[in-house]
């Protein structure tokens, strides 16, 4: 088991068409989850009911989860389980406190002209959760804690019924939304969760504003599909790790950290990036002893040998920070002298985790950090789950009658310009000498 290698030393390439990705035809799959949320738009509490059957081999007796149950699993938890959620949720809280803007910004731009930036919460807010490969209740926190900070005054979370579970969710998953007080929880999962939330479904669900959340392939297509009719955080694909590494980092931490990820999809992408043959081949030497112990070999065995993972050798850091940049991971690991410095010169990644003590599985659950991050590049424009994300600015423009004078020659002229005499006459209408007839 080893990673391919990416020589680019010596070359000065067009860093995104070397770095490794995978597949991720989303738009095929928007033709297939197309079918599927119109289902759900026109036979809703039914089109669900079978697509679960379909999908989820279980149809749930109750598709909205009953508080009940929501707070039997509660109870059910783990000693140890519950301890790691409650202090995950204080962490992911502390820094969520942080992420915010002020409820009011003014600014006068001139005597009597006054803008006001004004930041308010979205209303109503389809929060996703994940089931299939591995049931990811920290996606629950990861989603519900900054929408509550932000001031979020409706959280619904759909995640998929469970076989096992004769029709509910994942345990943990009814257990952390119980913690957390979201008592609006739902047994669907997949695209028609995803249309569910946007459509609505008549005496079951109300439509949302906003959805949030990471999900298979088909999520992301419906996400796809229903913009516009719904607001939506990302299209978030397979996850993915780089690693930026010198000749004093440790290779088996960072082998076990591409294998971290290697875990999550087969089609998760590993990279590391690295100035140092000899780190390399140890890294790759490691690999196969390492996923030995663990339960997931097969999968990690695809997503490592896959052509989303790789070695790229640099010849130096510089190289490596052009690489990365271009790659844009979603999670970036530092494992170099001076790392802090290095990662401050780094412009394109969700997450940056800096040294040997801070890595990714870190902040999938309890560094603090939110989890829910851009993939496949996006994050050389796109920011991960926060609080501003589920909060939206609208601006207050107040002038008074000296301030409209003053600013109108202006806006008359650009109006002008555009030759739109009607947007000229708005102003004209209200700035003209005394004695003009305005009627």
């Not at 299939?132 to 979370?157: D, E, F, I, R, T």
């Not at 004769?166 to 999962?189: F, K, M, N, W």
């Not at 695809?302 to 844009?328: K, M, N, R, W």
Request: charged share 20%; glycine share 8%; with cysteine.
């Amino acid at each position: 088991m080893e990673l391919r290698l990416i020589d680019v030393r010596g070359t000065n390439p067009d860093y995104r068409a070397v770095v490794p990705r995978g597949a991720f035809d989303v738009e095929h799959a928007v033709a297939v989850v197309e079918p599927i949320c119109a289902a759900v738009a026109e036979r809703g509490e039914a089109a669900l009911r079978e697509f679960a059957a379909k999908f989820d081999g279980v149809e749930p007796e109750h598709l909205r989860v009953p508080v009940e149950e929501l707070a039997r699993c509660a109870d059910e938890l783990d000693a140890d389980v519950r301890a790691a959620l409650v202090e995950s949720i204080r962490r992911r809280s502390e820094v969520a406190q942080t992420e915010g803007t002020p409820a009011l910004v003014r600014a006068e731009v001139a005597p009597g002209a006054v803008v006001e930036t004004k930041t308010v919460p979205v209303s109503r807010v389809g929060l996703y959760v994940p089931g299939g490969l591995a049931p990811l209740a920290s996606s629950v926190l990861m989603n519900v804690v900054p929408a509550q900070v932000a001031g979020v005054g409706s959280l619904a979370v759909a995640t998929p019924p469970s076989r096992e579970h004769g029709g509910l969710p994942s345990p943990t998953i009814l257990a952390l939304c119980h913690l957390l007080g979201v008592d609006e929880v739902y047994a669907v999962g997949g695209a028609q969760a995803i249309a569910m939330f946007a459509h609505g479904v008549p005496g079951l669900c109300e439509p949302v504003d906003l959805v949030t959340g990471p999900g298979n392939i088909y999520v992301v297509a419906a996400k796809r599909l229903l913009r516009g009719i719904v607001g939506i955080d990302s299209e978030a694909g397979p996850t993915e790790i780089a690693v930026l590494a010198d000749d004093t980092a440790d290779p088996a931490f960072v082998a076990a950290d591409l294998i971290s990820q290697a875990e999550h999809d087969p089609m998760a992408g590993s990279v590391l990036v690295t100035d140092s043959p000899e780190l390399a081949a140890s890294v790759n030497q490691l690999l196969a002893g390492q996923v030995a112990g663990l339960d997931n070999v097969e999968r990690i065995g695809t997503a490592l040998a896959g052509p989303q993972s790789a070695v790229v050798l640099v010849d130096d850091l510089d190289q490596g920070l052009e690489v990365v940049d271009a790659y844009a991971a979603e999670h970036l690991e530092i494992h170099t002298r001076d790392a802090y410095e290095v990662a401050h010169r780094v412009r394109n990644a969700g997450a940056i985790f800096i040294g040997p003590w801070s890595p990714v599985p870190l902040g999938d659950y309890s560094a603090g950090s939110t989890h829910v991050l851009p993939t496949a590049g996006a994050a050389r424009f796109q920011s991960g789950l926060t609080v501003r994300s589920f909060t939206k600015t609208v601006h207050l423009i107040h002038y008074d009658e000296a301030a409209l004078r003053e600013v109108g020659p202006t806006v008359e002229a650009f109006a002008t310009a555009e030759h739109l005499p009607g947007h000229r006459a708005a102003i004209t209408v209200r700035t003209a000498a005394e004695g003009v007839d305005r009627w």
